[in-house]
């Protein structure tokens, strides 16, 4: 079965480190992945997306992720953190009937 | 309309009462997506509209779970008997066509509390 995992579930860094969090998918065929956030009191918002091509993809805000093939990860990355990055963070992939499926999230917290 | 729309925001109801939820997705969106987020627990999928039809609703957790969707535009999600579990925030998606890979636009979700 088509899934998608996200093995932190609390990350807690002060400002200024670096951020690597974890997905890993599990489905063949053609990928499309996503990283989604949801800050306090707030919707989900796309951050970025890869569906072909260089596979290090660029978002918003200094975020990056780097598409795997061989290791079916999509890790998300921040070279240096701020507290308002302070947020939950979704991993999700595109199913072949065309809708997500996503990863439990990620709470980071930054420490001022 | 500019965004997707979902009422109530919030919903307290009792135990064994029925509610319905409402989704107005993105003006010309024809892909609708149902999603729910338990306290603790990531985006569970539940039904996707493309127009008014729902090619799949394996995700919808039992019977008393239903969705429709009239005229490609509003949808409205139905919990008949309503049990604590049922207790989560409903989330509804929206894109232009189903599979459209430049990811949803999100509402702001449903708070719904069963007591």
């Known amino acids: 079965a088509q899934s998608v995992s996200q093995h932190n579930h609390h990350v807690i860094l002060s400002e200024a480190a670096s951020l690597e969090l974890g997905c890993n998918y599990s489905?063949?065929?053609?990928?499309?992945l996503f990283w989604y956030v949801q800050y306090p009191g707030q919707h989900l918002q796309l951050l970025l997306k890869y569906f072909s091509g260089d596979p290090l993809v660029k978002g918003i805000k200094g975020f990056e992720a780097e598409f795997i093939k061989s290791k079916f990860s999509f890790n998300l990355r921040k070279p240096s953190v701020q507290w308002s990055d302070t947020a939950e963070y979704f991993c999700?992939?595109?199913?072949?009937?065309?809708?997500?499926?996503f990863g439990k999230g990620t709470k980071l917290s930054v420490k001022p | 309309g500019a965004g997707v729309s979902q009422s109530p925001s919030n919903k307290v109801t009792e135990k064994g009462k029925d509610v319905e939820l409402r989704c107005d997705p993105i003006s010309g969106h024809t892909a609708l997506y149902w999603y729910r987020q338990r306290l603790g627990q990531g985006l569970e999928f539940l039904i996707y509209?493309?127009?008014?039809?729902?090619?799949?609703k394996s995700g919808l957790p039992s019977d008393r779970f239903s969705a429709e969707r009239t005229g490609e535009s509003v949808s409205t999600l139905t919990i008949q008997r309503t049990q604590q579990e049922d207790s989560a925030v409903y989330l509804c998606?929206?894109?232009?066509?189903?599979?459209?890979?430049?990811?949803?636009?999100f509402g702001s979700g449903t708070r719904l509390t069963v007591v």
């Open positions: 489905y063949g065929g053609t990928v499309n």
């Open positions: 509209f493309q127009g008014n039809s729902a090619p799949d």
């Open positions: 998606a929206s894109t232009e066509w189903v599979g459209a890979n430049y990811g949803y636009t």
């Open positions: 999700a992939g595109m199913r072949s009937q065309g809708n997500l499926i």
